[in-house]
């Protein structure tokens, strides 16, 4: 399923999703961020560039554990990384 606020990146990279990620980039001003809310990414536009610049910490009270939380996110972005660069937006990992 994808629209505005609920898309699923997964394997294989299928043409709906790399539709949605080539317009989502489109409509992100440079330097703008976008917060993936049920992971904790956040990444920011530069150029021609989607870089991700945080990662949401790790809190007691959430239903998973540290681990389970940093490979969870760490899914996530390989999953964004290669949607979005099937249409040609390079993506990086520049956190901690």
Known sequence: MTDEFHVIFDD???DAMTDWSRDHF???KDGGTWAVKRSGLIFQRRGRTLVLTARMPHDPNM???AEQLDVQ?????ANIKRHFEAVGITVIWSTQ
Do not use: D, G, H, L
């Open 12 to 14: 294989p990279v299928e």
């Open 73 to 77: 996110q760490k899914r996530e972005y």
């Open 63 to 65: 239903p998973i554990n």
């Open 26 to 28: 489109a409509r992100m």
